[in-house]
Structures are given as C-alpha cells and as structure tokens.
C-alpha cells in the first residue's frame, strides 16, 4: 500500500511539474514573442537526440509533448516481419499478438506503440529547461538581425563606447558595432559618449548574435546625410545622381531636380548655406561641392570640374574620356590640390579626364 501511495505520488509530481513547465513556456513565448510551437519542436527534437542513445537510432522513434498537459510520451513505429533483422525497428507476428491480441494482425503491418522510459518524465522536463533556455538566446538573436537587418544601407546614430585599439567600439542602441580603422576618416577623434553618424554596410549572423559593419568613409553616408537634411531630396523632388569622396577632405555630388520650379543646388545648399553646413559639421568641416546633372557628358564633366571655368570640353563617348581646356589661370584649380578636384571629377563622371590650359594646346599645335 505505501509503495502504492509512493507511486501515485512520484507521478503527480510529474505531472505537476510537466504543468508547470507547459506554463512557463507560454509565459516565455509570449514575452519572448516566440511561437509556442517553435519552443514545442525544440525540446522534441532534443528528446529525440537523447532516446537515440538508448534506442540506437531515432528514425523510427518519435517524441510527443502534449501541449495541454506538458505530458511526455516516447514511440516506436515498428514493422511485423518473419524473421527480425532489426530489434529496434522490427517484431515478429508472435511478438505483436502478444502485444496487441485483440488486433487481427498480419506480416508487413506497421504498429506504433509507446516505449516511454522509466522516470523519463523527470529527465525530459530538465532537459525540456535547457532546451528553452538555449532556443531563446537563438530567437533573440535571430529577432536582432532581423532588426538591425532593415537598417543595412542607411544612416544611424550611434554612441561612441571605447577605442580597441584603432578601432572604434560604438553603441547603437541593443548591440555595439565596431568602426573599424579602415572605414574611419583621418584624423578624427572622438571622447566617449559623444553621438555619431554611421553608414551601416552590413549585417551579419553569427551565432554570438548580430555582426554590423558601419562606416565614416563611404559615399553613400553622404548620400543619406542629405536625405535626411532636404525635404526635397526625401520625397525624390531632387535626385542625387553621382558622389565622389576622398572622406574627411572633400565630396563632388552631382544632383538634378524632377520639378522644373525646383534649384536642385539651392535646394541642397539651403537659406545661406544651413543645410549644406549641418552635413559640413557632422563630417567635421569635410568640403562639398554640389553640381547640376546633366545627361549631356561634356555639361556634365565642365559642372564636375567647378569651382574652376572652362573653355571647352571634347567627349569621346566611346573612350569614355574627355579632353578639357580652361584658361591658364584657371589650370591649378581645375587639377586641385595634388590633382583632387580632377580626381574627384573623374569618378563623378564616369569620364577618363585629360586637362590642359590654353598655352599648352597652343604650344602643341605649333
């Protein structure tokens, strides 16, 4: 009788603690934001892994959870056969009448039938834990990348952390990203918690969560500065159709309006210069100069080459390059400084850039 009572007992502890389990893992779910199921399948399939060194293999085994009760059960599906190849996956017809006398059974029949273990309720309710636990870490970092993943190609404002060494460790918001020293503009410095504008480059998983690759140097963080900025350039009035950027010193960015109402470069370049400046400061007085599009490649390659004055521009299309002349005055600022602004032209334009002044072409041709 006391062993009876014992046993009555060691079950409804189990059952009280398979309950308590199933209620947790809702409670977790929907904190979490987790599909019940997803949890569900996890701890199944770790079950599984487990019975398989008991059973020998495991792809005839199954393990159910009762989502009401939080109730273990393991079973078999086995096959009724002449001579048994296979215990775990095979019985004979002596075997499965024995079993099963009431069913009119016969060879080649298939039967499921529940091989639960003792006290397996105990140690799948442990492992069911373990199982949780780890399957939220995934999630989370999984619900990490997919929210930083929607921010690849854009602008965000991050918290300057600490130095690793070159690097730069930067806070944005529920990860840290890490500047790296290539991706970094000369010369600047910052003092932790100071805000920073970063391009994100890419988002990576790893199983240690979120990888982000941000960036100072990259074009396109000039590109989105200004969309931000500009109304006009937000809701697509103005397009910004090239930049160039040699980072921390100075960008060439080509833009042309889709209302004919509309400067693109005033737009731009706002009421005595607020909009340009703000983008100016937050890249720590990095120089822009802002131009008209034009579909026209000698236009274009004679905006690219501003502030300098030009004569005359000679296209070859197919070449894709450009003879230039400016006067003689003019020469040292359309090259620039250590052949910048030429440079920066070049890759706005697309156009292999070749700049003479008036004298040189007139000595040329004598």
């Not at 780890?134 to 190609?153: A, D, G, N, P, T």
């Not at 890419?202 to 690759?213: C, E, L, N, Q, S």
């Not at 937050?282 to 120089?287: A, D, P, S, V």
């Amino acid at each position: 009788m006391a062993r009876t009572t014992k046993s009555a007992k060691a079950k409804n502890e189990a059952a009280n603690e398979s309950l308590e389990l199933i209620t947790a893992l809702r409670e977790i779910a929907k904190e979490k934001g987790i599909e019940e199921e997803i949890l569900f399948e996890a701890i199944e399939s770790s079950l599984l892994a487990a019975c398989k060194n008991e059973y020998g293999k495991s792809d005839n085994i199954r393990v159910n959870i009762d989502r009401e009760t939080g109730a273990f059960g393991v079973y078999a599906d086995m096959e009724i056969v002449e001579e048994v190849q296979d215990e775990f996956t095979e019985l004979t017809l002596e075997e499965a009448n024995a079993k099963y006398p009431s069913l009119q059974l016969s060879i080649g029949d298939k039967l499921s039938f529940e091989i639960t273990p003792k006290n397996f309720g105990r140690i799948a309710a442990q492992k069911a834990k373990q199982v949780i636990i780890q399957k939220i870490k995934e999630e989370e970092r999984k619900s990490l990348f997919e929210e930083y993943l929607k921010l690849e190609k854009e602008v965000v404002t991050g918290i300057v952390q600490r130095y690793q060494g070159n690097n730069i460790c930067v806070n944005l918001g529920k990860i840290d990203a890490i500047l790296m020293e290539n991706e970094q503009i000369a010369g600047e410095v910052f003092r932790p918690t100071e805000r920073v504008k970063l391009y994100v480059l890419k988002v990576d998983a790893t199983p240690k969560g979120p990888r982000i690759t941000v960036s100072r140097t990259h074009p396109e963080l000039v590109k989105r500065l200004f969309e931000a900025e500009v109304a006009e350039v937000s809701d697509a009035t103005v397009e910004i159709k090239a930049i160039s950027r040699e980072a921390g010193d100075r960008t060439k960015m080509a833009v042309w309006s889709n209302n004919p109402n509309v400067d693109p470069v005033g737009a731009c370049v706002g009421v005595n210069g607020a909009r340009v400046n703000a983008i100016v400061d937050e890249l720590h007085g990095e120089k822009i100069d802002i131009i008209n599009w034009s579909q026209d490649p000698a236009t274009l390659i004679e905006n690219s080459l501003s502030p300098a004055k030009v004569v005359s521009v000679d296209v070859n299309v197919e070449e894709k390059s450009a003879k230039v002349i400016v006067p003689d005055y003019q020469l040292s600022l359309a090259i620039g400084r250590s052949g910048q602004n030429a440079r920066l032209a070049a890759r706005l334009t697309g156009y292999k850039i070749d700049i003479k002044s008036e004298s040189q072409v007139d000595e040329a041709s004598l």
